[in-house]
């Protein structure tokens, strides 16, 4: 019952005759280590300062979070009104942590690290950039997050610093 068309088969000649002598290319991706660190703009900060800081981490704890719609958190206390300008963008973060590829355990580290720097470099919103993947970092930034004294809030970032895969923080630095 199938005929060939007769174009289907012109064309497909024409094709074969016009990649004649063409070679498959070489796979050329360059495959680097998760653990390849440049310190380019990376604040210096103690090791006993991240470990202050990963102190108030933990995996048993899980504060009341809004389940609907963006994730968002305020301490009590702070404004809603702060939340709202986070969704906006009106805070522009001036520190970024990239989680994307790491562990809960580096995810962790890194994150009582940004901030700790971001209190010694006296930076109030940071961006902390966790991906979608499989929803393990996304799930756990926030609850890590909410338990660190010195962030005041946090909202899933405007699409120009990460959207969904990213939170907006902001920090209270205190003056010394």
Known sequence: MSKKDPALEDDFSLFQDAVK???KLTHDTIITSRRQST???KPKVSTKETQNHEFYF???FEP???ENGPMQYARTGVSKYEVKKLRRGVYVPDMYLDMHGMTQQEA???LAAMIAACIKEKVACACVMHGIGKHILKAKAPLWLAQHPDVMAFHQAPL???GNGALLVLLDIPER
Do not use: C, M
Request: glycine share 12%; no cysteine.
């Open 64 to 66: 009341h979070l809004n």
């Open 21 to 23: 002598g063409v070679k």
């Open 39 to 41: 310190n380019v703009d």
């Open 58 to 60: 933990s995996d048993e």
């Open 160 to 162: 120009e610093f990460g």
């Open 108 to 110: 962790k580290r890194e």
